[in-house]
């Protein structure tokens, strides 16, 4: 049986402001028709009486959100985070799809066995879709044409030193030699830091070794500036592979990276929602944008991140207005830390249908595991997503 699902404000993500309509949803969570008038809404349930319907009132109803950078950490570091508090953390923000970093876990993902491995845990454990990006580090180049077909949404390094032994930073030549190795169409994002001397070198046993500023003092802007001055150059030299940029944080690589799109380079960025919002100077010491953009970077636009006739009915459904206060209690990732905790914010998830099943409800708490794991088919000149 279809489902309707209704609201007084349904966002459709076209810029067109809101509808008092409905979305018609198939049995196997696909959108099979938009109503974009209470009047057709009423036409139809009085022509299909037995229709299952989900009334959200005066709730926004819009495209699920993505989050394309997350850092999941199973297997081998669960402790830090896992499947399934990662995804109950996602569903009860809104997120109805998320791709995870090959950073952080044992094995990361630098080859396909260890996507396998990932993909094999990560079923039957996952209240949201998510996909997983490869890794690329010394040494697996030979390996990424293989994780390619064999799924990976794209692929992702550090261009500085990591601390972590099993995904180490590729150097300059590393990464054009990688390159070489995948085919036009694929995604390459950095974690685009290059290491530098700086004059700050604080003092064990100084006062302000463990401050923000003292941090923020370690890592100048112009790290950031030379990486991203670089990717924007071998952009501009391989105009058939999209280039990303990950965590973006210093303002003045904004004009080299629109400089390089003008140049008719495929280079993209992603900045943080905390970057946007906190200032360094409320940061207390000693303390440890999202739809149709990001299916688009990620290439699953052809069944992600609209509300559109085919495709998923992934919906966020929030109340703007509503207030709540941040802690630890309604926090669902395994680490508490949080740099908004005790903040009072605005805009309650009240529901977050996935592929038309609720995976979170404020008041009645989380479903079944119920998401799929998004694969990447690939061919030599063909590229596209296929629902699993």
Same mark, same amino acid.
């Given at each position: 049986?279809?489902?309707?699902?209704?609201?007084?404000?349904?966002?459709?993500?076209?810029?067109?402001?809101?509808?008092?309509?409905?979305?018609?949803?198939?049995?196997?969570?696909?959108?099979?028709?938009?109503?974009?008038?209470?009047?057709?809404?009423?036409?139809? $349930?009085?022509?299909?009486?037995?229709?299952?319907?989900?009334?959200?009132?005066?709730?926004?109803?819009?495209?699920?959100?993505?989050?394309?950078?997350? !850092?999941?950490?199973?297997?081998?570091?669960?402790?830090?985070?896992?499947?399934?508090?990662?995804?109950?953390?996602?569903?009860?923000?809104?997120?109805?799809?998320?791709?995870?970093?090959?950073? @952080?876990?044992?094995? #990361?993902?630098?080859?396909?066995?260890?996507?396998?491995?990932?993909?094999?845990?990560?079923?039957?454990?996952?209240?949201?879709?998510?996909?997983?990006?490869?890794?690329?580090?010394?040494?697996?180049?030979?390996?990424?044409?293989?994780?390619?077909?064999?799924?990976?949404?794209?692929? !992702?390094?550090?261009?500085? #030193?990591?601390?972590?032994?099993?995904?180490?930073?590729?150097?300059?030549?590393?990464?054009?030699?990688?390159?070489?190795?995948?085919?036009?169409?694929?995604?390459?994002?950095?974690?685009?830091? $290059?290491?530098?001397?700086?004059?700050?070198?604080? +003092?064990?046993?100084?006062?302000?070794?463990?401050?923000?500023?003292?941090?923020?003092?370690?890592?100048?802007?112009? $790290?950031?500036?030379?990486?991203?001055?670089?990717?924007?150059?071998?952009?501009? %030299?391989? +105009?058939?592979?999209?280039?990303?940029?990950?965590?973006?944080?210093?303002?003045?690589?904004?004009?080299?990276?629109?400089?390089?799109?003008?140049?008719?380079?495929?280079?993209?960025?992603?900045? %943080?929602? !905390?970057?946007?919002?906190? %200032?360094?100077?409320?940061?207390?010491? %000693?303390?440890?944008?999202?739809?149709?953009?990001?299916?688009?970077?990620?290439?699953?636009? @052809?069944?992600?991140?609209?509300?559109?006739?085919?495709?998923?009915?992934?919906?966020?459904?929030?109340?703007?207005?509503?207030?709540?206060?941040?802690?630890?209690?309604?926090?669902?990732?395994?680490?508490?830390?949080?740099?908004? $905790?005790?903040? +009072?914010?605005?805009?309650?998830?009240?529901?977050?249908?996935?592929?038309?099943?609720?995976?979170?409800?404020?008041?009645?708490?989380?479903?079944?595991?119920?998401?799929?794991?998004?694969?990447?088919?690939?061919? +030599?000149?063909?590229?596209?997503?296929?629902?699993?």
């Amino acid at each position: 049986m279809d489902i309707l699902f209704i609201s007084k404000r349904i966002y459709l993500g076209k810029g067109d402001g809101f509808i008092n309509g409905g979305i018609i949803v198939s049995t196997e969570g696909i959108i099979q028709r938009i109503l974009k008038s209470s009047q057709e809404v009423n036409s139809y $349930m009085y022509n299909t009486e037995s229709e299952s319907v989900i009334d959200f009132e005066n709730m926004v109803l819009m495209p699920g959100l993505i989050d394309t950078n997350v !850092h999941i950490n199973e297997p081998g570091r669960k402790d830090w985070e896992g499947f399934l508090t990662a995804t109950k953390a996602a569903a009860a923000g809104g997120f109805t799809t998320i791709i995870d970093r090959a950073t @952080n876990a044992i094995p #990361p993902t630098t080859n396909a066995a260890n996507l396998k491995t990932k993909t094999s845990i990560a079923r039957g454990k996952i209240y949201v879709d998510i996909g997983f990006w490869g890794g690329i580090v010394p040494g697996n180049f030979n390996e990424l044409p293989e994780l390619a077909s064999s799924g990976v949404i794209g692929f !992702h390094c550090s261009l500085c #030193p990591t601390n972590l032994p099993e995904f180490e930073y590729v150097t300059k030549e590393q990464v054009k030699e990688a390159i070489d190795k995948l085919d036009d169409g694929a995604i390459i994002a950095f974690h685009a830091e $290059m290491e530098k001397v700086t004059t700050f070198v604080p +003092k064990p046993n100084d006062d302000n070794v463990k401050s923000y500023e003292s941090f923020l003092k370690t890592r100048p802007p112009s $790290m950031e500036i030379e990486a991203v001055s670089w990717i924007a150059d071998l952009a501009e %030299c391989n +105009k058939k592979k999209h280039f990303h940029i990950l965590n973006l944080s210093a303002a003045e690589t904004i004009p080299i990276i629109e400089k390089s799109q003008k140049n008719k380079a495929n280079l993209t960025a992603e900045t %943080c929602h !905390h970057y946007l919002t906190l %200032c360094a100077e409320d940061v207390e010491d %000693c303390h440890t944008v999202m739809c149709e953009s990001q299916a688009n970077m990620c290439g699953i636009q @052809n069944f992600k991140g609209k509300i559109e006739e085919g495709y998923d009915a992934d919906f966020c459904v929030w109340d703007p207005e509503e207030e709540f206060l941040v802690s630890p209690e309604i926090i669902q990732f395994r680490n508490k830390a949080n740099p908004y $905790m005790n903040t +009072k914010l605005r805009g309650v998830v009240h529901a977050t249908v996935v592929r038309g099943l609720h995976v979170f409800q404020k008041y009645e708490g989380f479903g079944q595991p119920l998401g799929k794991v998004i694969l990447r088919k690939t061919s +030599k000149k063909v590229v596209k997503f296929v629902r699993l």
